[in-house]
């Protein structure tokens, strides 16, 4: 099972190798939603502080094998916005 798979509330598009990713005038951000509360949105962009999209994919994929490993801490992690 891949880690993407665990996070059942992660929207992916297979075709896409840069799914969640965003260039913003050459540096790379990762983006995504999460729901607070069922009634609530709220978009986050995290800088990946990178200029290379291979890069920006590891970063990308290291940061969501963070969220799948450790599902209570994801709102921990939700709070640091670049």
């Not at 005038?25 to 962009?45: D, S, V």
């Amino acid at each position: 099972m891949s880690t993407l798979a665990k996070l059942p509330g992660l929207r992916v598009d297979a075709d896409n190798p840069n799914h969640h990713l965003w260039d913003n005038h050459g540096t790379w951000f990762l983006h995504y939603t999460i729901h607070p509360t069922p009634f609530t949105k709220e978009r986050i962009r995290r800088s990946l502080g990178t200029k290379d999209v291979l890069v920006a994919r590891q970063r990308r994929d290291a940061f969501f094998a963070t969220l799948a490993s450790a599902p209570a801490a994801a709102p921990a992690a939700r709070g640091v916005a670049a």
